[in-house]
């Protein structure tokens, strides 16, 4: 298996990105490819001890910021790492590629480098959020703005083969973000929403509050972009919120320092829970190609958990899944 990893990603570049490749291959035995500045990222292999027949190097003297324009950075700079790795999967040279870089401009070369899937409207990120009861899949986690009904109803087929395939969960429940559980909640377009998705060949239990998500009231919570995002973030800022509180909780004198070292099994396994590093990235469901967004600020963990997600979604055949599933709804099956 081969997978590309923009080496000029994220905040940190190859500092961080070669290191989670090597553990990658350390832990998994997959080929990286890393597309990227040769010498920045030979001077960060330098640093390792790995099994060179598994790491390719890709060179490319450009590279997207986080400032670029999106669509105009993927039009302009063909030799940018991000472009050059989603070509490699285009072409059939990998099986997937993960990148931390700027999100704007991976969802806009997923779209025009890649392409939809036959029958997909508008692909959706479907980041991990963490539960009570494990995980629920969140999608869209901001990819779509404004949605369509229909979207909702194509976000719930390609969220429940996500949750068959990778969280091995049999039946997920699906529901829509709503601001009530009623039928009749919501905006015009989370009403016809609702509609469509009882039509669905998947197991839609109908609305569920924000408050409940955290519950794992449901499997796969579809929600728009806007709303889905709003979410993602402000969990985000709550778990970085309370980290924080607890070290200063812990750290004010002796007595609660001897607490904190008690309980340190138990904050470690919580914070674990929380952290956004041990679930990877978001892939970005829809194209026609294994893709995953990693966090813009991940760390080496991190960027090792978003190749083992890419390695899941290849082996578990989630593409081809989720293109056989909208085929159905093309047909009419689900009219």
């Keep these: 298996m081969k997978i590309v990893l923009d080496a000029m990603g994220g905040d940190y570049g190859p500092s961080v990105t070669v290191q989670g490749g090597i553990e990658a291959i350390k832990d998994y035995g997959i080929n990286i490819i890393f597309t990227g500045d040769s010498d920045s990222i030979k001077k960060e292999l330098e640093k390792y001890h790995y099994p060179k027949e598994n790491v390719t190097i890709v060179h490319c003297d450009e590279q997207i910021n986080n400032d670029d324009s999106p669509v105009t950075a993927i039009r302009r700079k063909k030799n940018s790492s991000m472009v050059v790795g989603l070509n490699l999967v285009k072409e059939k040279k990998a099986d997937a590629i993960i990148s931390a870089g700027n999100t704007g401009a991976l969802l806009a ?20 959020f963490p539960t009570t009861n494990g995980a629920s899949i969140l999608i869209d986690g901001g990819a779509n703005v404004d949605c369509k009904p229909r979207n909702f109803l194509e976000f719930g087929i390609m969220g429940d083969i996500y949750a068959k395939k990778i969280l091995g969960i049999n039946r997920p429940k699906v529901a829509i973000v709503n601001i009530g559980i009623e039928e009749g909640k919501g905006n015009s377009v989370t009403k016809e929403a609702y509609k469509l998705c009882q039509t669905g060949e998947f197991n839609f239990i109908g609305n569920v509050e924000a408050r409940d998500i955290p519950s794992g009231y449901a499997d796969v919570v579809i929600a728009d972009g806007f709303t889905g995002n709003i979410i993602l973030k402000i969990t985000e800022g709550i778990a970085s919120t309370i980290f924080d509180e607890l070290k200063d909780m812990f750290t004010k004198n002796i007595l609660r320092k001897l607490a904190a070292l008690i309980l340190k099994p138990g904050l470690k396994e919580f914070k674990e829970k929380l952290d956004y590093s041990e679930y990877g990235g978001a892939p970005f469901l829809g194209v026609q190609g294994n893709l995953i967004k ?3 600020s991940s760390d080496a963990k991190a960027i090792k958990n978003a190749i083992r997600q890419a390695k899941n979604f290849v082996e578990n055949n989630v593409l081809e899944g989720i293109t056989r599933e909208i085929m159905k709804l093309e047909e009419g099956k689900f009219e």
Excluded: E
């Excluded at 508008?122 to 980041?127: D, E, N, Y």
């Design 294 to 296: 990693a966090h813009g």
């Design 109 to 128: 070369g997923g779209l025009f480098i890649l392409g939809r899937i036959k029958g997909i409207d508008r692909p959706a990120l479907a980041p991990v």
